[in-house]
């Protein structure tokens, strides 16, 4: 299937109304039946199969990994007054993932961490 920019905005809408394909808060995310039926519903509303679905998906998924990092680069050397936005057509509509992946890295920064206070503390005995 081609997907235009138009077929790829209504899939990450429709991503978005299942919370249970991607929050890990929701009741039914650990629930393999309702994220199957979820990706058979998507599926049969952009007219395709499940698997190029969740394909399609992971790829723009993946693009706004790699776009929310280059904008918090830019971010970085950017000053205080410059306002620093993607370009990426996915990216406005993919805002509702940001806290996903904030505090996924926060998890990462607490157990780096503790691994790093264990580690001098065995230097100190």
């Not at 235009?4 to 929050?23: F, H, M, N, Q, T």
Request: proline residues 1%.
């Amino acid at each position: 299937m081609e997907w235009s920019s138009k077929d790829v905005i209504r899939l990450i809408g429709a991503y978005r109304e299942r919370p249970e394909l991607w929050d890990h808060n929701d009741n039914n995310y650990k629930v393999l039946s309702r994220k199957n039926e979820a990706w058979n519903d998507i599926a049969n509303m952009c007219g395709t199969d499940t698997l190029e679905v969740r394909r399609k998906m992971n790829s723009v998924l993946a693009s706004f990994r790699r776009e929310r990092k280059k904008v918090e680069m830019a971010k970085q050397g950017a000053g205080e007054n410059d306002e620093v936005c993607s370009s990426w057509f996915g990216y406005e509509h993919l805002q509702f993932l940001i806290d996903k992946f904030r505090s996924r890295g926060s998890r990462e920064l607490v157990s780096e961490g503790e691994s790093k206070g264990s580690r001098s503390y065995d230097r100190e005995r």
